[in-house]
């Protein structure tokens, strides 16, 4: 008789609530016989679920799959591990959230504008700007204001296209390099979370 083949890969992307029993079909994809899969799906994991991250293995899964399906072929398909999060119930204090968020905005605000100050006082901006109203004009200005408040709206222009400010008014798809950051910055955090917790486990 021939052995059923089942391909397994664990999901991108997968929590519960803290206390929620936890099963096969939580972290996992499955790709075998209907019957197969239903019996793989239903094999519990955390009875009592889980209050922190857990990694898991896909050596550990083929044990817990091995122990209830014997006259299978079991191929595992992409990453070794997953990071099996709890959802988090504690809401914040929306008062501690604008509060934070404020403050951050804050500090980035004046934090980039001394940066910008230092370095136009680094490389002499106002000669610069002088020098170029005056190629253009044809005229010496001590203080072209007209040209600086330009140069100003610029600066903030460019910054809110770079980090695709008016995509909602455009609609487009394509994620922004803010957003591409977050996501890099995130899969970092699980990628340590992930090495962390084996190395705990060993």
Not at 3 to 11: A, D, G, I, L
Not at 45 to 50: L, N, V
Not at 85 to 107: D, Y
Not at 186 to 195: F, G, I, V
Request: proline share 5%.
């Amino acid at each position: 008789m021939e052995r059923s083949e089942v391909y397994f890969q664990f999901k991108p992307y997968s929590s519960k609530s803290s206390g929620e029993a936890v099963y096969l079909r939580d972290i996992l994809e499955l790709s075998c016989p209907v019957p197969i899969r239903e019996r793989i799906e239903s094999i519990l994991i955390f009875p009592e679920g889980i209050t922190e991250p857990v990694r898991i293995t896909a050596i550990q899964v083929i044990g817990l799959i091995r122990q209830a399906e014997n006259d299978i072929s079991i191929s595992h398909i992409g990453d070794s591990s997953v990071l099996y999060e709890p959802k988090k119930t504690n809401r914040e204090n929306p008062v501690f959230v604008f509060l934070r968020v404020a403050f951050s905005l804050l500090l980035l605000f004046f934090g980039s504008a001394l940066v910008i100050m230092y370095f136009h006082s680094d490389v002499n901006m106002n000669q610069a700007h002088e020098m170029i109203y005056y190629l253009i004009s044809g005229e010496k200005g001590a203080n072209p204001i007209l040209f600086s408040v330009s140069y100003t709206v610029g600066i903030g222009a460019g910054i809110a296209i770079f980090f695709d400010v008016f995509r909602k008014i455009r609609k487009k798809d394509n994620p922004g390099p803010l957003e591409l950051e977050l996501h890099q910055a995130e899969k970092e955090l699980t990628d340590y979370l992930k090495d962390r917790e084996g190395k705990k486990g060993n």
